[in-house]
Structure formats: C-alpha cells, structure tokens
C-alpha cells in the first residue's frame, strides 16, 4: 500500500486520499510525496479528469511532515549536507508548485485543472502548506480539528511554501500569529482569518461540487495575477516598511534573540516580499535549510517532538505490565495543587473524590474546576453541559470512606513527613489492596514517605507543577521499592491527563527541583556580590528562559526559598553546602518581603500586585559593584549552575533516560528551549569546551562548578551524551 492511492469517478473528479497504512494520523514522507507527485501528472495528463480533490482516508488531514525524514535527508547528502537537504526541500517546492499551476498555460493562465482540498478534520505543518498550494480548501465542520502551521514551536518555520504563501495570501500581519506564534484555530475560526475557504459538512462533496463548477480564474493565485499587491504593503511600500519594522520589533521582544527559527522566518519574509513569488520560494528553502543546519534547531526537533512523543507513547513504560488507566481516582487534600489535580482528573473522564478536613475545605477546591469552567464558558471554550458533566465526576467530601473503591490515589497535603504518614496509614486502611498510593510531593524523599506504607512497592511519587492545569510536565519517582505496577499506574494516569511524563529514581530535590534550585541560588549569589538584578533576569532571557530567576523568585515566594533551604541544612547537617545566597533569602524574609503574593519581594508592587521595578532596597545591603560582570559570563553562571546538576543526576542514576532530563527541563522550568535541554547544550558546547569551561567557573567562583567526572571523561574522550546514551535510551 502507498500512502497516496487515486480513483477517478463518472464525473471525472480524481480523488486523491492521502491515508498512511498503519498510522492513527497522516504524516509526509519524502518517498510519498514523489506518489503524489506521480498521481498529480497523471491527472493532469488524463484527458478524462476534469479536476482533483486531495483528501484523507483519516478522520484528520494530517499532522505534518515526518521530522525524520529531514535529518535522513540532510545525511544521505554526505559532505554537503546543506545542499541536500536545500535539493530536497526545493522538490517538496516544485510539487507543491506544480498543484497550484495545476497545468496552466504560463502566458494566459488559463487551461489548468482546478485542484481543491478537503479536510476532515485537523490539518498542521506540511498538512496544510498542501492544501494551500491547491486552489481552494474545504474543511469539515469538526470543532475538535486545528488549523495551522505550528513549527516554530519545535524550533523550525513552515519551509514546504507555507511561509511565502500564507504571507501573500493574508499579509505580514494577518499571517503573524500563526507563522511566529505557531497559532492553531478550529475551522470556523480559520476561515474569518481567511487561512482556508469553505466549512462545510461535507468538504469531499462540496470540493467535488466546486471542482465540476471552477472556470479559469477561480484556479489563478493573487500572487500570479497581473498587478498583484501584498495585503498590507511590501517592504520598500510605506505601510509595509512600517509592518516590518513592528514584526522584527515584536520578534525580538518576545525571543531576545535566541530563537534562530524566528529570525530566520522573518528573513524569509521580508526577502521574498521584494521578489516574484518563485524566486522567494527558494529563498524560504535556503533560510529554511539554514535553521536545519543550525545545532539548536536538530535539538529542539529531537526533544520537543520526537523525544516527547516517545516518551508520551510510554517509552519508559514497564512491558510486562497490563493496562493500568484509572477508573476512579482519590485525591486528599483540596488545596490549589489538590484542587487542580481534581480538576485535570475530571477533564480526562475519571471518576474523583477530592478530599479534605471538613466540607467547606472540601467544596472551596472543587470550585476551583467551578471557576476554571466558568472561565472557559465565558471564552466559548465549553458549553455549560459539558461543565456539569465535570463537575458530576468530583465528589468532594471530608469522609474517607467514599475511597474505598479507588485504584489510585494522590495526596497532596501539607509538605509534612509526619501529616503525610498519619495520612498514609489511615487510607490505606480503606482502599483496595491492589490500590497504588502516590505522594504529590516536591521536595521529600519518596522512600522515606513509603516507610508509613504497608505496601511500599505501591507507594510512588508523582510530582505535579503549578499550576497543575498549565504545567505540561509530570515528575514521576520510584522509591527504592516501588514496583513496576506502580510506575505503570502513573504513566498510564499521566497519558490519561495529556501531560508528558518523566520517570526518575528517588533524591533529595529529585531531578526537576535539583536542577532548577541551583539556578535561583546562583543568582541570589550574583546579587550579594553586586550585580545588578536586572542584568540577571536579562541575562536569563537572553537565554530563552520564560522569566529571570530573580522574578521567578518572587513568582515562587522568598518563603518558600527559605522553607527548603532550613529544611536542607536539616537533613545534610554539616554537608550543607551554606553559601551568602541563604543570608540574602533569609534577610529578605525577616522583612517580610516574600514576593509577588506580599506585594513586596525582589520587585516593588502596587495595590493590585503589578511589578513596578526592581526594589533598589536591596542595594544598601547589597551594593551594586561599580564594574559589572560580562552578559556571556552571567549567562554560563545561571546555565551551568543547572546543566552540571543534570549531569550529576545522569551519573547517579537518579536520571536513568537522557530524553527525559532534556524534556523534563524545557517543560518543567522553561529551560532554554532552543538548546533541546542541559544535556543537548553540552552537546552543542562539545564536552572538551565545557569541561575546560568548569574549570575556569571553579577556579573563579568555588567548587559547585567543578567538572563532574562523567563530563571529564566524555571530553577526554570527545564524546557527546546523544552519542553515548542515545542507543540505551532507545533500547529502555
């Protein structure tokens, strides 16, 4: 079977379905597009077709190009791989050229075929540069199907002539949001914004009816008429000039640089608006190519879409263990993570008992999902039937008896060992054997939790991020007896949820909150030694990072900081490592400055909690220094505060997949996503640079940057982690 098959019916309309054998949902290949390209000459040379309709054999159009299929492209191009992979993308070009010609006569343009597309249902990336190339789209009435072009999201831009084709279709402004946002709108709404035609409910026969109906003009492109004109102006145009100076403004604003796929998109742009159409398409394939061969964007696929894929599909899954989805769930403690995990529960199906210490606790948390639904009614995002049946599915209540038929519970009280054991040993007394029990902790070992568990090998931890309904990620940890089931329970919950799972041994901080802590430690240090808190956060940002650790310090609240810290000095005694940065959290928490929710922390705040600047408060503790440190030195201090905790995780088991310490950052706490994660930036750096570079950090700065002895041989031996740890991650 090929992916693309072609019947021609007694009215002469070619139908062609794109349907991919085996797979839930259509994705290019290269070898499928010269099928389609085969299909496409066949009809256009058949004196019996009068016109084609390209649909699907799925209940969506499809999902987008094989990402693969591009790096095998770049390979099999040998010592050139940019040439190949330029030759490559400029034959997906000429295919798609040649639907939307469709056989004209290149004078008169007139004696084409008019070609339409019918979508189903959703339609991304590659599966809707397609139908942009035909002459009309026709989309089914399907409110859960996207429409868009989301690969800047991974780290590329759409490069089979979405980008050229979308901006001359809707102008440098209406095409936007959905080239450098990656926006994805049902199709109603893709239609007002005037990326598609037609909704209809039935887009096959509606296409058909079109295509027996079409005259010469109706298949011409604008950008192929006499005295076309971009919506909103060219460049050297005065109202263009204006577009492209607030699109190269917003782009970096919003990606402070370290984005190369954003920037490049807008190169692609602005040079294909000063020259015909067919010329800036090849100017879209070598920017294209040019992301390709960019370390960031290789990363940024591999960890965002392929690595994160594996790892939802479970790839760290226990084998040998049936299906564990949950049926009914118990969630204990209605707090905001309890409450958001009841309400992430509800959305996926699941029967929830959210309980807690009396019925007013017990009902404030449930109105959380009350609130949430309310919220979505009023964007037109639910419909209030859909609310109720929601909120039928949780029953919150103090009465721990309702969990006696639960196959999984959550607590998520108070970060107490002992409320937490006290808690443990009386619903285990209710609940089924074969009920698995997880701790929604942050920061307590999970194998010191499970001593209060009569069943420690179904005791697990399963740590969520607030908020619970945002956060993409789930930290999952194995105590030293937890067994498969459980693990498999809670992979199976998470899939349920549509959160991305890691799985990780238990550790101090596990892996999430090892790495990310050194992070804010590292920057708390650089302002008691005078750096200014603005240079950190931008330094930060320059980086990618979502926000700097100093305004992420006042997100998460000086409090908390404090919390861990004492908590830490507890446990490791006199192997805690105290530094100047515990002074300056425990100092600013005396002053009762803890951050946003106080209305006073690291920033000044009005009455409403709107940041007002930096409190320069600080500096009479903390002088600023009169010669400040070099950007690219901040930077290697914030990055290889976290990376070399990654590594020491890696080396400790406590990370036993290098995809889920790479993804596992980037959804987690926002890593700099185009690096693909700690460990792809070390590969990127090359283990020999970053090893030398430890050595300068710790000579300058102490011995929490010294070269763990994994990354030492890996350089001595000029290694990289996906060279080395790939084939057993792949393997697990």
Same mark, same amino acid.
């Given at each position: 079977m090929t992916d693309f098959t072609m019947k021609t019916d007694a009215d002469g309309v070619a139908i062609i379905t794109w349907d991919c054998p085996g797979l839930t949902m259509n994705v290019m290949k290269t070898e499928a597009f010269r099928v389609l390209d085969d299909l496409i000459d066949q009809a256009l040379a058949d004196d019996a077709v009068k016109g084609i309709v390209i649909t699907s054999g799925k209940a969506d159009f499809a999902g987008g190009? *094989?990402? !693969?299929?591009? %790096?095998?492209?770049?390979d099999a191009a040998g010592d050139n791989p940019a040439q190949g992979l330029f030759d490559g993308v400029m034959q997906m070009h000429t295919v798609l050229r040649k639907i939307e010609r469709a056989g004209m006569d290149p004078k008169t343009n007139k004696g %084409?075929? +008019? #070609?339409?597309s019918a979508l189903p249902g959703t339609a991304v990336g590659i599966g809707l540069e397609l139908p942009l190339a035909t002459h009309r789209i026709f989309a089914a009435d399907n409110s859960k199907a996207k429409i868009g072009l989301p690969e800047i999201l991974v780290g590329i831009f759409p490069g089979g002539g979405g980008t050229t084709r979308l901006v001359r279709k809707l102008g440098v402004m209406g095409a936007s949001s959905f080239l450098l946002e990656g926006k994805l709108v049902a199709p109603d709404k893709a239609k007002a914004a005037g990326l598609i035609d037609e909704v209809t409910a *039935? +887009?096959?026969?509606?296409?058909? *009816?079109?295509v027996l109906n079409a005259k010469d003009a109706d298949l011409v492109k604008p950008w192929d008429a006499k005295g076309y004109k971009m919506p909103g102006g060219a460049p050297y145009h005065p109202a263009g000039f204006m577009t492209f100076v607030g699109a190269t403004a917003m782009v970096h604003g919003k990606t402070q640089g370290a984005f190369p796929a954003a920037k490049a998109l807008l190169s692609a742009v602005y040079e294909g608006a000063l020259?015909?159409?067919d010329t800036a398409l090849k100017i879209e394939a070598r920017w294209f190519t040019n992301v390709l061969m960019n370390p960031s964007s290789s990363a940024m696929i591999r960890s965002l879409f392929v690595n994160k894929e594996a790892l939802e599909k479970g790839a760290v899954r226990p084998k040998d263990v049936p299906d564990q989805r949950v049926k009914k769930l118990g969630v204990l403690g209605a707090g905001m993570m309890g409450a958001g995990i009841a309400l992430v529960s509800a959305q996926a199906g699941m029967q929830v008992i959210l309980i807690d210490r009396d019925q007013a606790a017990a009902d404030k948390g449930k109105a959380y999902t009350e609130a949430y639904l309310d919220k979505g009614i009023a964007r037109k995002k639910i419909t209030p039937e859909k609310k109720e049946t929601m909120l039928g599915l949780i029953t919150a209540t103090p009465d721990l008896d309702q969990l006696k038929d639960c196959d999984l519970i959550i607590e998520a009280v108070f970060e107490d060992p002992k409320v937490k054991a006290e808690m443990t040993q009386k619903v285990e007394a209710i609940i089924p054997e074969d009920c698995i029990f997880a701790s929604n902790t942050s920061t307590l070992p999970i194998t010191g939790l499970a001593k209060a568990s009569k069943r420690p090998e179904q005791f697990i931890g399963i740590h969520f991020f607030s908020p619970v309904e945002r956060m993409l990620l789930v930290e999952i940890i194995k105590g030293r007896e937890t067994g498969p089931r459980a693990v498999a329970k809670a992979l199976d919950y998470v899939r349920q949820i549509r959160k991305t799972p890691i799985v990780v041994n238990d550790a101090r901080f596990f892996y999430c909150n090892r790495c990310i802590i050194p992070y804010g430690n590292e920057a708390a240090r650089m302002v008691t030694e005078g750096v200014a808190p603005v /240079? #950190?956060?931008?330094?930060? @940002? @320059? /980086? %990618?990072f979502p926000v700097g650790p100093i305004q992420l310090g006042d997100e998460t609240s #000086? *409090?908390?900081? &404090? $919390?861990i810290t004492r908590?830490?000095?507890?446990?490791?005694? !006199?192997?805690? +490592?105290a530094s100047e940065a515990d002074d300056l959290v425990f100092w600013m928490e005396d002053l009762g400055r803890l951050g946003r929710k106080s209305k006073a922390g690291y920033f000044d705040y009005d009455d409403k909690g709107k940041r007002l600047g930096y409190w320069k408060g600080i500096h009479d503790k903390y002088p600023l220094a009169e010669e400040q440190p070099d950007l690219i030195e901040v930077q290697e201090r914030l990055m290889f505060a976290q990376v070399l905790e990654a590594v020491r995780a890696l080396e400790e088991g406590v990370v036993e997949d290098i995809r889920e310490a790479d993804v596992g950052a980037i959804l987690a706490w926002g890593f700099a996503p185009w690096s693909g994660g700690p460990l792809s930036w070390l590969d990127i750096l090359g283990a020999p640079y970053a090893a030398e570079r430890c050595d300068q950090l710790e000579a300058k700065f102490g011995e929490r940057? $010294?070269? +763990? &002895? /994994? /990354?030492r041989e890996m350089a001595e031996k000029n290694q990289t982690f996906y060279g080395r740890f790939a084939a057993r991650a792949q393997a697990a």
């Open positions: 190009m *094989d990402l !693969n299929e591009l %790096g095998a492209m770049r %084409g075929k +008019p #070609i339409a *039935d +887009p096959v026969a509606a296409a058909r *009816d079109w020259v015909p159409f /240079l #950190i956060d931008h330094a930060a @940002q @320059q /980086l %990618g #000086i *409090d908390l900081a &404090a $919390k908590a830490t000095k507890e446990a490791m005694g !006199n192997d805690y +490592p940057f $010294k070269c +763990p &002895a /994994l /990354l």
